[in-house]
């Protein structure tokens, strides 16, 4: 199951092409995804920078930080922003959650992750590689 953290409908409809026959729960604000979290497991947290005008990711990965929710998840972090995506990662890293920033346009066309495990993807995350 993945949770999806994003506000534009053209992403949400490429990971539910990307990701055909799999759960995938979305939010857009913070307190949608604290509830989520509260009462699911999920196997990959993606996350973006630019959500809507009431909550952006950087406070999504405090709000977790502050939580420990989804700690055991990995997260990726699809944010095209690159100076926000590198700060949500060493925010999420520092309280030892597995994350890394790969932006959107990088894996957009592909299917990486679908064919991947859940410990393929927590290796990734964990060494910090962002080669696709």
Known sequence: ML???EDE???KEWFLKAYDGQEIHFARQLNQ??????VNKYDIIFLDYDLDCKTDGLEVAQALVETKLGQETPV???????SEGATIE??????HFDAIHIPFYKFSGRNYWLYGTKDD???TVSTGSDEL
Do not use: M, P, W
């Open 3 to 5: 949770l999806v953290i």
């Open 9 to 11: 409908e053209y992403r």
């Open 33 to 38: 995804v604290l509830d989520l979290l509260r």
């Open 76 to 82: 990726i972090i699809h944010s095209d922003n690159d």
């Open 90 to 95: 060493k925010t999420l890293k520092d309280a």
């Open 121 to 123: 993807l927590s290796a």
